[in-house]
């Protein structure tokens, strides 16, 4: 339960927890079994329960140390409903346009601060949100596809690719599903070399536990071809260091 600051224990051991996770460059997860990554679209939609995230404290430091511009401003939207709770919360809400790395949230923390919270004008800017997250998004997806064309007429560097692919699909907050699918492709496509394919097992990492058992798994039981044979060889190899799965 909130305290007369406007504020709960768990609040601040996530608000911690986020911090530290964004140290390690490590995205933010939803609280619950399915660990999906926390997703602008899920900020913005008030009808669903964030449980712990519904707290300002882990709210402020999405919107003030999330390296993705969408996901940052999405959390200072959900901030509105607490942000006149108390005194100290609507100072925290106050100082994100300093302490944020992104100009759309200083212009949308100064907007409304300005405005004395006016509903109007918080109905304009959430408005407004969903707009630009759903084209920054697009904008990201259209990077990755022309970084491929790139690629495809050797006109882009394999590692740079590669690099390039992670941190857009990540600062576009791309689906787990596409990206999934997307690196699928390329694992098994007889177009990319397997160096880049290399690459690619490299920096599965970045991605969570269960998408990258999924990619694992359906990679090594795709159709065997000729130039997937050490690919598939690397696959198991990684297979093995793999944590158990959990058991429900």
């Known amino acids: 339960m909130s305290n007369n600051l406007g504020i709960t224990r768990q609040g601040l051991d996530l608000a911690l927890s986020l911090r530290e996770k964004y140290l390690a460059s490590e995205p933010p997860v939803i609280l619950d079994e399915t660990h999906r990554l926390l997703m602008p679209e899920h900020l913005l939609n008030r009808d669903i329960d964030l449980q712990t995230y519904e707290d300002p404290l882990p709210l402020a430091m999405v919107a003030s140390r999330d390296p993705d511009s969408p996901m940052s401003i999405a959390a200072v939207i959900r901030m509105f409903s607490s942000a006149l709770s108390t005194p100290l919360v609507t100072e925290v809400f106050s100082m994100l346009g300093e302490t944020s790395k992104h100009a759309v949230v200083k212009q949308c923390v100064e907007a409304v601060t300005e405005s004395a919270f006016n509903p109007e004008v918080i109905k304009k800017i959430r408005y407004k949100a969903t707009k630009f997250v759903v084209i920054s998004r697009s904008r990201y997806t259209e990077a990755l596809k022309n970084n491929l064309k790139f690629l495809m007429a050797g006109q882009i560097d394999a590692s740079v690719f590669v690099t390039e692919f992670f941190k857009l699909s990540e600062a576009g907050n791309l689906r787990l599903d596409i990206r999934k699918r997307l690196i699928l492709g390329l694992?098994?496509?007889?177009?990319?070399?397997?160096?880049?394919?290399?690459?690619?097992?490299?920096?599965?990492?970045?991605?969570?536990?269960?998408?990258?058992?999924?990619?694992?798994?359906?990679?090594?039981?795709?159709?065997?071809?000729?130039?997937?044979?050490?690919?598939k060889q690397e696959l198991a190899w990684l297979k093995l260091e793999l944590p158990p799965n959990r058991v429900n």
Do not use: G, Y
């Not at 880049?196 to 798994?217: A, Q, S, T, V």
């Open 187 to 231: 694992l098994t496509s007889d177009k990319i070399r397997p160096s880049i394919k290399f690459l690619f097992l490299e920096n599965l990492e970045c991605l969570p536990l269960e998408i990258r058992r999924d990619i694992i798994n359906e990679a090594i039981n795709s159709p065997d071809k000729p130039n997937l044979e050490v690919i």
